[in-house]
């Protein structure tokens, strides 16, 4: 028995008729077909079709064999496809993170690097907090992660990909939009918000410029990312420092005006497992330069 017998068996039976599944499902001619038919029911020694000038009609051993024929196929099917993977090089597999916002600009770079090294490459993405991107690389789920440094944890390396300072941002017709330059101090009796503890580095740096200007800044409320700072801002006339790569998602709305005198800053780094030997990772390490020319994109 052979694998045509039961592709033209099943085509016979989907189709209700020989001559319609010679001409149209098999291309092939309706004795042809016939014989083929004949010479199966002869191999399993039983008949599987009533033909009649209706067409054809299963019997009941027809019914019986047609949910295994089909089967088969599909086995066989199955077969082919897994000798053709075996056949091939395994793809290469690299698990890559993102602090939410990071993979608008560095995306496109990052996957021309790595498909020019790695042609055929299966590149996971992720995006997160911080935080968690930090916590999938210690647990090996990442292989690397655009992301804040977390000094804590010690089992991570990191690479600087670029220093974004802080600014403040505020309202277009907020009185601090008529300065050049903002000081700590123009900010005390404002509205002011801080970010969430989920994005700590960009809180700490901002808590740390506050502190060593002498001010506390006792922020109104606490915002968890771009989009809601924002909202809070328009809503009730806020102020607040975050990256200065926001001012290109920013509405006409609100504005931006640069810290007076020395201004925080934060660095994107590349953080790794300093376990992690793969040549994938050691490619994506030497072209942290080329990274760095990519646009600061929104990544608090």
């Known amino acids: 028995m052979e694998l045509r017998h039961l592709r033209y068996f ?46 054809i009609e299963l019997t009941a051993a027809g019914k019986a064999f047609l949910d295994h024929a089909r089967m088969a196929l599909l086995q066989a099917e199955a077969a082919k496809e897994a000798a053709l993977r075996a056949a091939q090089p395994p793809k290469p597999v690299f698990s890559l993170g993102f602090l939410s916002g990071a993979e608008i600009d560095l995306l496109p770079e990052v996957t021309r690097v790595l498909r020019e090294g790695f042609p055929g490459i299966d590149i996971r993405l992720s995006s997160d907090y911080s935080p968690l991107l930090a916590k999938a690389l210690m647990r090996r789920k990442l292989d690397a992660a655009f992301m804040r440094a977390d000094e804590s944890m010690e089992d991570l390396a990191y690479k600087r990909v670029r220093t974004d300072p802080l600014v403040f941002v505020l309202p277009s017709n907020h009185r601090l939009a008529a300065q050049s330059a903002v000081a700590p101090e123009h900010v005390t009796d404002e509205t002011f918000y801080l970010p969430s503890k989920s994005a700590p580095a960009v809180r700490r740096a901002v808590l740390d410029y506050f502190n ?19 909202s809070m801002i328009t809503s009730t006339h806020g102020v607040m420092l975050l990256p200065a790569y926001t001012a ?7 504005t931006t005006r640069p810290v007076q005198g020395e201004a925080p800053t934060l660095d994107l780094v590349i953080a790794y497992h300093k376990a992690n030997k793969s040549p994938i990772l050691k490619l994506l390490l030497s072209r942290v330069g080329r990274l760095a020319t990519a646009p600061a994109g929104n990544n608090q």
């Open 10 to 55: 099943v085509a016979v039976a989907d189709a209700g008729s020989l001559t319609v599944a010679a001409e149209q499902k098999l291309h092939t001619s309706q004795p042809s077909l016939s014989r083929q038919i004949r010479d199966l029911e002869q191999e399993v020694g039983v008949q599987l079709l009533n033909r009649g000038a209706q067409g």
């Open 212 to 230: 060593r200007a002498g001010i506390d800044p006792r922020p109104e409320h606490e915002v968890h990312n771009v989009v809601h700072a924002i």
């Open 248 to 254: 290109r998602y920013l509405p006409d709305s609100i």
